[in-house]
DNA sequence: CATCAGTATGTGAGCATTTACTTGCGTGTC
DNA sequence: GACACGCAAGTAAATGCTCACATACTGATG
């Protein structure tokens, strides 16, 4: 099988358990089963292989809040189903979402803020939905704070194996009313 | 002035800004303005110097989580000052805590769980009021990371500029009200 | 009070090792 | 034969850490 995947998974991977700094060529090498050149023959840093990654991660979860939150109407609903697929979809590749959210800050550096991230996402939608009188008024960037980290945390946890093996969509329907819960809560 | 505290701030500011393996010794020392090998002086590697610091910090915020749960009844007071001095404290050593709650991922290795980590410590306040009825029944480790959450996400975009200049005390209330939501939330 | 060994603290040049990355070569495929 | 892909060995730079030396403090001694 050609080198390329592979490489990309044991990235993903030593970089979610080293981070990036932590993180060596040769680990991910190894861990590859390819030897350390292959890498460079794809990429041109270790540095651009992790920016690709992670990119793709955010741009993937970026794509799904703007899909998911315009399917429906009402916060209620939008919350509802956000948190659903992030669920979904971090439980179908677990080691990419755990790599987005452990590392993230790692990367802060890099993303241009075009509103297109999922925080400035989430935040739109509270605004909105406050002029909307759908939720008492507030800031919308601490209350989007709140509501992003009642799935975040419980994420991390889980990625610390706080959790046991539950999948993460197992605590879905209680994340969705906690959501709900901050943001009504005042 | 000695050198050892100027290093611990150096040390600290460094740690959370490039992380603990992106950070290294020639820059938490020309930051401290002293000689690389004065940090040897006083620690025996980096990584001992980054795990005092963690752990200080650990220990600091685990203390803090017992006595202000300890001085009052009820869950929800608990949740309230819980909420409120850990804001105090934060606003106060900004640098230790987000050094704290950013780079938490890379000392999980070392600390062993006694049940006196702050995590362990909140899952056992909620699991108590769960068995008093002040909450209703419901997987403790998950409440109790969807509570925290609320607290360190905003914590966290304010480290990541996110919240503007604000002291974390500011939204202290909007975040009190938002965990005894998500406690109570079902 | 002066002296002086003992100790703690800081320096800065330098060392061994690791790290990201390169290069020359071989192999299979169109 | 051109090209994409992968390998093994190698390179220059950076990194954590050490060591011989210098300096300041301490406190017991005469």
């Known amino acids: 099988m050609s080198a390329k995947p592979r490489i990309e998974r044991a990235a993903l991977e030593v970089f979610a358990a080293h981070g990036v700094d932590g993180a060596t060529t040769k680990l991910i090498a190894a861990r590859a089963e390819v030897s350390e050149g292959a890498i460079y023959r794809?990429?041109?840093?270790?540095?651009?292989?992790?920016?690709?990654?992670?990119?793709?991660?955010?741009?993937?979860?970026?794509?799904l809040i703007e899909t998911e939150a315009g399917a429906v109407h009402g916060v209620a609903a939008k919350a509802a189903a956000l948190v659903k697929a992030y669920c979904t979809a971090a439980?179908?590749?677990?080691?990419?979402?755990?790599f987005h959210l452990l590392q993230l800050h790692h990367f802060l550096p890099y993303y241009q803020d075009d509103g297109r991230d999922p925080v400035t996402l989430v935040e739109t939608i509270i605004k909105y939905a406050m002029m909307k009188m759908e939720l008492p008024p507030g800031d919308p960037r601490v209350v989007a704070a709140m509501a992003i980290g009642?799935?975040?945390?419980?994420?991390?946890n889980k990625a610390y194996g706080r959790l046991g093996d539950d999948a993460l969509s197992a605590h879905a329907p209680l994340m969705t009313a906690a959501v709900l819960a901050v943001l009504k809560a005042r």
Chains 1, 2 share one sequence.
């Open 42 to 63: 794809h990429w041109k840093s270790k540095d651009e292989l992790a920016i690709g990654l992670f990119m793709a991660a955010h741009k993937r979860l970026s794509d």
């Open 91 to 98: 439980d179908e590749d677990w080691t990419l979402f755990s």
């Open 150 to 156: 009642v799935i975040t945390q419980t994420a991390q």
